[in-house]
């Protein structure tokens, strides 16, 4: 029986193009031209606010995200569920902002080893803390997050992008003061065996 051989296609005959490399078609921080009816300056202004609020607030879904996998106690269920969807919600805010940072022209922050350098979220150590010092530590860092947004946001309202102020107003601000109204109360010394 003879082979036949068929000639290899043009583009490769369906074999992946691993390894390639190439120069990077947009540095951070810049802006590529939409016609979205801002200016350079107010776009280029939004993209640096937003991708700061980006990168906190990525640190912030990662605080979320240990907490849940770490939280231990008598509310252990409870809490455990609540951070997972808090974490959830904070997912949408970090797609949503990094879709807005793109939509202005500019590059949103993506990479882990880049967010760390942006946030002004400290740090926590790699191990467990307590329970009430998990939960210190995520009120925190909404509330360096929502002070933030609200000077962004009235800043970037007064050059005239409406798009950016809604998102930061509708989503980052009110989500995070709900949350922060959830995680506080779990902070409340009642007992729960006696009144």
């Known amino acids: 029986m003879t082979s036949v051989s068929t000639p290899a296609h043009p583009s490769g005959g369906g074999q992946p193009l691993l390894h390639q490399k190439g120069v990077e078609t947009q540095a951070f921080g810049t802006l590529k031209q939409l016609p979205i009816g801002l200016g350079h300056d107010t776009r280029l202004y939004a993209c640096q606010r937003l991708n700061h609020i980006l990168a906190d607030s990525q640190i912030l879904y990662s605080l979320y995200k240990k907490s849940h996998w770490l939280m231990r106690g008598a ?3 409870s809490l455990h569920l609540m951070l997972d969807k808090h974490a959830e919600d ?10 807005r940072v793109q939509s202005l022209g500019g590059v949103a922050v993506a990479d882990p080893r880049h967010v760390a350098e942006l946030t002004s979220v400290p740090r926590p150590p790699d191990g467990v803390e307590e329970v009430p010092v998990m939960l210190s530590r995520l009120l925190d860092a909404h509330e360096r997050i929502l002070i933030d947004t609200r000077d962004a946001a009235a800043r970037i309202a007064a050059e005239g992008d409406e798009g950016s102020t809604d998102l930061l107003v509708s989503q980052v601000i009110r989500t995070g003061e709900a949350q922060v109204w959830f995680l506080a109360e779990h902070l409340v010394d009642t007992p729960l065996v006696r009144a």
């Open 90 to 99: 904070q997912l949408a805010i970090v797609d949503a902002l990094a879709e």
């Open 75 to 77: 509310t252990f269920y």
